[in-house]
């Protein structure tokens, strides 16, 4: 009986406290004021909603490449970076959203600050954000970030609009949330007197990261045509590479 009491007590306690926790605080939609949600005291220069703030630099480094060890890694990650803005009472506030993809790693965060840079306990209002975020920048080859053709200096009088259409598509069918392009690389190589296009890319998996980056490449004729040759590095005349390695490049 003292079993059935004690076992009683404690359940009667957990929903107690679970019934002390409002279902707005576990949807992430809590009355505060922005004061309460603040977690440090930095300040920067407020953001007045044109381009990015001048601080969000610093705070990436901090929370993301320092806090969480991205920037001591012993290889050379892709770090996909959303910005997003979103309004909470009256105040614009940002979400800094990360992913990082790496040899058998994938990582992400969200941190979320005021617009002078005052990070916020996002838990506490994800709600809001899920409600009203809006993508102010990112560093993904999509949109107006896939390649372009016409941004490849090359030398070759060939129209090469074909380029263009094989790249836009490449882009469109590798994206996130299942994976991310990390590199593209196209260029002219010349090997007998011909010239041919070389189109290389890489990828990460989210779903099976456990080999790195995939890597392919294609590689065609002037006219577009498919061919089975491989290109040859040393006979590369020009090239241009796109990527997103850096991460949080401003």
């Not at 107690?16 to 409002?22: A, F, R």
Request: proline share 2%; aromatic share 14%.
């Amino acid at each position: 009986m003292k079993t059935y009491l004690t076992k009683l007590i404690i359940l009667l306690g957990i929903v107690g406290l679970w019934g002390g926790c409002s279902l707005e605080d576990r949807d992430g939609l809590g009355d505060y004021e922005l004061d309460e949600l603040v977690l440090d005291d930095f300040v920067g220069e407020e953001w007045d909603g044109v381009g990015l703030p001048s601080w969000l630099r610093k705070r990436y480094f901090e929370d993301c490449q320092l806090d969480l060890g991205w920037f001591f890694t012993s290889y050379w990650p892709a770090i996909l970076v959303r910005i997003y803005s979103f309004e909470y009472k009256n105040n614009v506030l940002l979400a800094l959203s990360c992913e990082f993809y790496a040899y058998n790693k994938h990582e992400s965060c969200l941190m979320c600050y005021t617009s002078d840079g005052r990070k916020i306990d996002f838990d506490k209002i994800k709600g809001c954000f899920n409600k009203d975020s809006r993508l102010i920048w990112s560093n993904a080859l999509d949109g107006d970030k896939i390649p372009q053709v016409s941004d490849f200096k090359h030398n070759s009088e060939a129209d090469l609009s074909w380029l263009q259409v094989v790249i836009n598509q490449i882009c469109e069918e590798i994206h996130e949330p299942d994976k991310v392009l990390s590199d593209i690389t196209c260029g002219i190589a010349e090997d007998n007197g011909q010239q041919y296009v070389f189109l290389r890319y890489e990828y990460y998996d989210s779903s099976d990261i456990s080999n790195g980056p995939i890597k392919e490449s294609r590689t065609f004729n002037l006219n577009g045509m498919a061919l089975s040759k491989e290109f040859d590095i040393t006979k590369v005349i020009s090239s241009q590479e796109w990527y997103i390695s850096n991460g949080f490049d401003l």
